[in-house]
C-alpha cells in the first residue's frame, strides 16, 4: 500500500510558488522527493550535466506564426516590436504551466524544483563582430498570456542595444566578474560553486546569474545560420537550452499531393535527463511546436496551472 503523502503547506496571498520551504529546500528551489529511487541514484552515476546532456530537434512549420507576428505588429498597438522569439518565450511559459517539471534542475547530487521561473538570453548589442554582448534575464508567472510575455521581455531590453548603453544587473554581474584579476574571479567562481551545491546561492547571487535559470534560449538565426546543439552549463542550475535557427524554405506536398514551399526553422534542445525523464521533455517540446503553429492560443491566459507535485 502507497504510503500517503502530507499536504505541502502554503504561503498565504501568493498565487504560484507558495509552498512553505521545508528542511532540505534552498534559496532558489524545494527539494524533490522522489518516490521512484532510481532518480536518487542517477545523480550519482552522472554527476555533472555534461554527463546527462540529451539532444533532440524540432522542425517547426512557421506559415501560421509568421502570418500572426506580421498581423499583431500591423493591427495590435500594444504590441509593435513583437517578435518570432518573444512568441517562443511565451509558448516555453505556457509549457512550463502544463508541465512543471521541466523547471526542475540539478545540484548537489540532489534535484529541486524552482521556486520560479525565469529565462536567460545573450544578444548582441550590435551586429558587428567585434560588438559585445548583453544579457538579460526576465521573470515570469505562469499564467502570463502573450502580451504579459511581451511587456516584460521588452522591459528587460529596454536600453541594451547600441555599444553606448548600460548594462542592466545581470549583464554588469557578467562584465565586473569577467574583468577582475583572475585570483579574485577564481575566488568568486569557487564561492559560487560552493554554494550553489550546498543548499543554494545567496538570493542576491543567484538572481544576477545567468547562469541559473529555467531556460537558455538563443536566436541564433538571427545571425545567418542553422541552429546548433548548445551546452548546458555546469555551472549554476541550468537544465534546458532552446537554440533557433534560421528560417529556411522547405519542399513539401500538401493534403492533395501538390508541392509547395514553407518557411521553417529547426529548434534544437538540449536537456538535463536528471532532472525528469526524456518522455517528459519530448511531451513539452510538442507542446511548444504545438503552441508556434497555433499562435493565437497564447493571447488568453492558460486555463489551468499545473504545479510540481514536488515527487
Not at 550519482?44 to 509568421?66: C, G, S
Not at 551586429?127 to 510575455?149: G, H
Not at 537544465?239 to 535557427?245: D, E, N, P
Not at 538535463?272 to 492560443?297: M, N, Q, V
Request: glycine share 4%.
Amino acid at each position: 500500500m502507497a504510503k500517503k503523502r502530507k499536504e505541502l503547506k502554503r504561503v498565504k496571498g501568493k498565487e504560484f510558488f507558495n509552498y512553505k520551504k521545508r528542511r532540505g529546500d534552498r534559496t532558489d528551489g524545494w527539494k524533490v522527493r522522489f518516490s521512484d529511487p532510481t532518480y536518487l541514484v542517477v545523480p550519482h552515476i552522472m554527476p555533472t550535466r555534461a554527463d546527462a546532456q540529451v539532444y533532440f530537434e524540432e522542425e517547426v512549420n512557421t506559415e501560421a506564426l509568421d502570418k500572426f507576428v506580421r498581423q499583431q505588429r500591423r493591427e495590435n498597438p500594444e504590441m509593435p516590436e513583437l517578435s518570432r522569439l518573444i512568441v517562443v518565450m511565451a509558448a516555453a511559459t505556457r509549457a512550463f504551466s502544463r508541465y512543471p517539471k521541466i523547471n526542475r534542475f540539478c545540484a548537489g547530487k540532489q534535484v529541486y524544483a524552482r521556486n520560479h521561473f525565469c529565462m536567460s538570453l545573450t544578444l548582441k548589442k550590435s551586429m558587428r563582430t567585434d560588438a559585445s554582448d548583453a544579457t538579460v534575464k526576465p521573470f515570469f508567472q505562469p499564467n502570463y498570456n502573450l502580451k504579459q510575455v511581451y511587456d516584460t521581455v521588452i522591459k528587460s531590453l529596454e536600453g541594451q542595444k547600441g555599444e553606448e548603453t548600460v548594462n542592466n544587473d545581470t549583464g554588469a554581474f557578467v562584465d565586473k566578474i569577467t574583468n577582475v584579476p583572475q585570483w579574485i574571479l577564481k575566488l568568486v567562481v569557487a564561492y559560487a560553486n560552493y554554494t550553489n551545491n550546498h543548499r543554494g546561492m545567496p538570493n542576491w547571487l543567484w538572481k544576477l546569474s545567468p547562469f541559473n535559470t529555467s531556460v537558455y534560449i538563443t536566436d541564433i538565426g538571427s545571425t545567418g545560420i542553422g541552429s546548433v546543439y548548445h551546452h548546458i552549463y555546469n555551472f549554476g542550475t541550468t537544465s534546458v537550452f532552446i537554440a533557433m535557427g534560421k528560417r529556411q524554405r522547405k519542399l513539401i506536398l500538401d493534403e492533395e499531393g501538390n508541392p509547395k514551399y514553407i518557411n521553417t526553422i529547426n529548434f534544437r534542445y538540449v536537456v538535463d535527463e536528471r532532472s525528469c525523464d526524456g518522455f517528459y521533455y519530448a511531451k513539452t517540446a510538442r507542446y511548444i511546436t504545438h503552441l508556434l503553429t497555433h499562435p493565437e492560443e497564447l493571447l488568453e491566459a492558460p486555463e489551468t496551472v499545473t504545479e510540481d507535485p514536488l515527487y
